[in-house]
């Protein structure tokens, strides 16, 4: 009876503070604050009784992290439109879901981005009788983009040397790579301290959002997740300008494979790292701010010209664009510079799940932050987290140390689901784990159904991993797509389905396989280097 009276008492904690403060008006973000405070008493008080004295000293190997504060939520608290604080954050862009069509497969996407030869369009460009406006604007990793002898750069420099005035190659250099760090760590495992990892692909006015690379896996057999935004001209201009803005923060590649700063410009790794972190904020954020701010300017219009005509008379007046139903946040994380609104968004949207949502989270690699941890064990929405088996890893067969890496993975998995079993949390919270033979598993993202919903009405798809590196080390972009459209939740609800799809769930049973047994060095090495992978 005690223990049952406990857990009641601990249950009826964020009740009591939402009851509480939905007394006060405008306050929902401080209720959800609170809410999300008042659910972690009792469990990190059974944590620590529970957790091993030596993991104790694993914060210690790590830079404090700070609070974030959610921001005010349900400016509308019915049906799509609870998401629209997320407009005070980042620009809100609203579009006819006939412009958005989510795909499904690595064939899918490779006939989506499969394009004329770019070297004969630039060509073909150079032939008109005009000045062409045909640039082409590539934005890559350092480290990644020049590891080996032949690499993203080697493949480029044709490109740029044929057509220096029309071509741009701009290599991101992580701050934190630098003085006698950067010399002692190996090629291969400098990435780990921090990289460009955004994936977005422009065309014209469409832009793809994904969480796949280029290389030939991502076109064939190597699962991921992938949207297409047709002719939005705001969203394309928008992420151009992010693209232009962390290339203007990145050092240029010239045609004799050398690199520059653009001029004015701190040197990412031998300038001041203060400096060269606050010029990049400021560059990245007046792209987040003044889009932002024009978007809100079209909102207004929009509100007032809708107030004064029908829809007849806009219909007479030339404007035949459908009403939006479907709209877009880009939402960016890069804690180097200090920007976390991706990280603010996450945990505002774990923590405002209602008693009856569903979650379906995905990430090919399981190592989420203790944050999103927390929401996920204290919250009231159900999870359905799908997860990479050691098959489809990504690093599953590698030589050396990286061989070891799945290995980590499903230690880390175990802790996690023990930890869900000691809570008694198994119906609440479930894993799944994505297996196809012959292919390696990359999709990442979540999938928001609300209580007494059978289809989703917002999903986040970009290249976040849920991760350490993903909030704190590396640059990311994603984006939320909140739609009251049926068409378009029934295609995220099938694309969910088919991942899910091909996944079993994970019981006790599960890590007593051979292939789950984990060698002890691993054990004991994963704490201390998780926040690398």
Known sequence: ??????????????????????????????AALLGRLSDRLGRNRDRRRRRPPWLLLAPLLSPAVPHVTSPPCCLCPEGVHRFQWIRNLVPEFGVSSSHVRVLSSPA???ELMKVDCLESTLEKSLQTKFPSDLRVSILLDFTRGSRGRKNSRTMLL??????????RVSLFH????RGLLRLLIPERFNETIGLQHIKVYLFDNSVVLSGANLSDSYFTNRQDRYVFLQDCPEIADFFTELVDAVGDVSLQLQGDDTVQVVEGMVHPYKGDRAAYCKAAN???????????????????????????????DAAAAGDQRPAPDTWIYPLIQMKPFEIQIDEIVT???????????????????????QA??????????EYQILLASPEVNGFFGAKGVAGAIPAA??????QFYSEVCSLGQQERVQLQEYWRRGWTFHAKGLWLYLAGSSLPCLTLIGSPNFGYRSVHRDLEAQIAIVTESRALQQQLHQEQAQLYLRSGAVSSATFEQPSRQVKLWVKMVTPLIKNFF
């Open 282 to 312: 400021k560059r990245v954020m007046d792209v987040i701010n003044s889009a932002r701010t024009r978007q809100q300017m079209l909102h207004a219009q929009t509100f007032h010209s809708n107030s004064l005509l029908t829809q007849e």
């Open 409 to 414: 993975y499903v230690h880390i998995e175990r």
């Open 108 to 110: 899918e996407f490779f």
């Open 158 to 167: 044709p490109l740029l040397q044929r057509f220096p005035e029309q071509v």
């Open 347 to 369: 945990e505002t949207l774990l923590t405002e799940a209602e008693r009856g949502a569903k979650v379906y989270l995905t990430t090919g690699y399981f190592n989420l932050t």
């Open 1 to 30: 009876m005690a223990a049952a009276a406990t857990a009641t008492a601990a249950a009826a904690g964020p009740v009591f503070w939402r009851r509480l403060l939905g007394l006060l008006p405008g306050r929902p973000g401080l």
């Open 174 to 177: 992580t701050p934190n790579l």
């Open 372 to 381: 999103y941890m927390d929401l996920v064990l204290g919250t009231r929405a």
